[in-house]
């Protein structure tokens, strides 16, 4: 079910718009060759095949950790160097000699740790010799290679800011609280690859596990028509709603990024449909493109999937996935809620109307021909719900999904589409996999050297011992590092750089880690670097920049919510008190804290909205948007007088301002 004939025009120009382009150009994942020769293709389609077949079995019949982890980067480096040119403007319809020996050498170095896995744990007992240490040099080299194609040149980079620092770290012109013993060859190659603390860290182990598999499970949705599905299902809710278009962007936005993980893959995916949409019914080329990236980067913080991040969060703190999907909940919907007011009141300001329902496919339609498909997302919440292993979860739920888009002849997957659903999905993986390798080299030199605990100490002593300062700092810390970076190796670096600072001022391990988790997503619109916002920029013909600052302004929300849920952990559906920093098993709120946080946060994010649009039932002069914006922000202060001051000034001015609107519509 799709728009109705007599709105074509609006797909020939979605259609004009050059997605490929735009994709290639923000996301560097999408940079692929496609050679012509037939057997080149067969063999890059057969390892693909393979690579998911190996995950798919392993599920069940898991290798030794180091050796799985192995065997996971040595697919992931070869794929790469066979699809992935050297330079964006290379022939790409061939693959060059250099590559062939890049190829055969990734399955020379990861091959070799598998071969000497037992050699090196039982006779060496992990202390590196020189072979080892020429074999990690030549495996560091070339995953750096890997990520220089496949993430763009930032995270190698700071990959090897940090290498460098073990080399000088006990230089005496470096600051005492940087200094350290200093480290030979072996200690610093034999930390990156001979332990599952550099390269085969918990990185890689959770790519291992289950984010292979759940790309894997999001390539079988997409071959089952799942994105058509939200597209539609978008369109028949809120298409003919004030200011539609946009809000359907948000809406479809949000169910596909917390499956695919990739913002800039989300905006292009789905903006290419909406972004024409919205510059159709007024909206400025900016805006359209800015509610297109915001709504993308939420798709990461949303439950059940939130772009795998969740179960690598699982991973790294040890709480539950149930426990860290339910927290995420409120403060996710509040940020879709902040971006949704937004889009409303910028529409009302300009009178912006929807498509006219005739032209919209009804929900009831929609979800005849495709409401099945949301089965496999039901079926994967009830299995992580019941305990069941997260790669157990995500194996039945790629075979849920086979089964049950067999139920109509318009979603069934054939023979055909199921192998290239296995192909996407390796294809889909290699950039995680990769990213994932590269951070490893982070997390095995910040391991090596404590690097972690000295930059802890230094936001500790610059915050001064003000917890708010120290979350501003930590913050700007974690948009740093995230900035460029994929969602999910920017979340690790932030959880292993920053979010131990937080814990000093005795916040409990999920919040910090849910505290950087965010900011780390958000790096994706925060200009300069600005990847998701520069994509919509790209599709909408906007300023890169531009868009970039009006996705910040629609995802105020997002920068607001953090601060919220670190002073009122109730946000997060759970009561810290008196529980220890890394307590896994966290307690429900009370019902009734949760329902007051609730009520002030939802209140005070449609408030903020209304201020910044200037607009709620009709136009607000200056004063009544800055008295609504100090309300606002007074509800969501975790306190009783604010709350109830707020509030009244809040519900004071939406009066107000509905009366108002009331008496312009009788004269």
Not at 31 to 52: E, G, H, T, Y
Not at 248 to 277: D, E, K, R, W
Not at 405 to 410: F, G, M, P, T
Request: net charge neutral; with cysteine; charged share 10%.
């Amino acid at each position: 079910m799709q728009i109705k004939e007599k709105d074509t025009p609006i797909i020939e120009e979605a259609n004009a718009v050059n997605v490929q382009e735009v994709l290639e150009k923000y996301d560097s994942d999408s940079q692929v060759r496609k050679p012509k020769n037939k057997s080149l293709v067969w063999i890059i389609s057969i390892l693909a095949i393979l690579f998911s077949a190996f995950h798919l079995y392993t599920t069940f019949q898991p290798l030794p950790t180091l050796q799985q982890r192995a065997v996971h980067l040595l697919f992931g480096m070869a794929l790469v160097y066979l699809i992935y040119p050297t330079f964006k403007k290379q022939d790409r319809s061939k693959i060059p000699f250099y590559d062939w020996i890049l190829f055969a050498l990734s399955i020379v170095s990861c091959g070799y740790l598998f071969v000497e896995y037992n050699d090196i744990m039982t006779t060496r007992g992990g202390i590196a010799n020189t072979t080892d240490i020429v074999m990690a040099i030549l495996t560091v080299l070339l995953v750096l290679e890997t990520a220089r194609r496949v993430t763009g040149i930032i995270l190698p980079i700071l990959a090897l800011i940090f290498l460098s620092y073990p080399f000088f770290s006990h230089a005496e012109w470096l600051p005492r609280m940087l200094m350290t013993r200093q480290f030979d060859l072996g200690d610093i190659f034999g930390q990156l690859f001979l332990k599952t603390e550099g390269l085969f860290s918990t990185a890689i182990g959770a790519s291992v596990q289950f984010i292979f598999l759940f790309i894997l499970f999001g390539a079988f949705l997409s071959k089952s028509g799942m994105g058509q599905f939200f597209n539609d299902l978008a369109l028949a809710l809120a298409g003919h709603k004030q200011g539609g278009p946009a809000k359907v962007a948000v809406i479809s936005s949000a169910f596909m990024g917390s499956i695919n993980g990739s913002a800039v893959a989300n905006v292009v995916g789905t903006g290419a449909f909406t972004i024409p949409l919205m510059k159709k019914i007024g909206y400025e080329k900016n805006f359209a493109g800015a509610v297109e990236a915001s709504a993308s980067i939420g798709g990461q913080i949303l439950p059940p999937v939130m772009g795998a991040s969740a179960f690598i969060m699982a991973e790294t703190t040890g709480i539950s996935y149930g426990t860290i999907a339910l927290a995420a909940i409120l403060p996710a919907l509040l940020y879709f809620m902040g971006v949704i007011m937004q889009v409303h009141f910028r529409a009302g300001r300009s009178n912006l109307s929807g498509i006219p329902k005739p032209d919209l496919p009804r929900v009831k339609e929609v979800m005849k021909e495709g409401g099945h498909l949301i089965l496999p997302l039901i079926g994967l919440v009830v299995l992580l719900g019941s305990g069941v292993p997260v790669a157990y979860s995500a194996f039945y739920t790629i075979i849920l999904t086979v089964i049950v888009a067999a139920l109509r002849k318009s979603t069934r997957m054939s023979l055909k589409d199921i192998i290239f659903a296995l192909e996407d999905g390796a294809r889909q993986s290699l950039s995680t996999i990769i990213a994932c390798g590269v951070v490893g080299i982070v997390i095995g030199v910040v391991n090596l050297t404590s690097f972690g605990s000295t930059l802890t100490s230094a936001i500790m002593e610059i915050g001064a011992g003000s917890l708010f300062l120290t979350l501003f700092l930590t913050m700007i810390a974690s948009i740093i590092l995230g900035m460029g970076l994929p969602s999910i190796p920017a979340y690790i670096i932030t959880a292993t750089m920053a979010a131990p600072a937080l814990a000093e001022f005795g916040i409990p391990i999920l919040i910090a880690h849910m505290f950087v988790f965010y900011f780390g997503i958000f790096a994706n619109i925060t200009p300069p670097v600005a990847l998701a916002s520069f994509a919509g920029a790209g599709l909408s013909g906007g300023s890169p920049m531009k868009t970039g600052f009006i996705s910040l302004r629609l995802a105020l929300a997002g920068f607001i919510v953090p601060y919220l849920f670190v002073y009122e952990p109730a946000l997060l559906l759970i009561d810290p008190t008196g529980l220890p920093l890394n307590a896994v098993d966290i307690p429900m709120a009370a019902p009734l804290d949760i329902a007051v946080v609730a009520f002030t946060s939802i209140v005070g994010v449609i408030g903020i909205g209304a201020a910044i649009e200037g607009y709620f039932s009709t136009h607000m002069n200056m004063i009544t948007r800055i008295v609504l914006a100090i309300g606002s922000l007074m509800m969501l202060i975790p306190e009783p007088i604010t709350d109830i001051a707020g509030t009244v000034l809040v519900l004071a001015i939406f009066a107000l301002n509905y009366f108002q609107n009331k008496k312009r519509v009788a004269l």
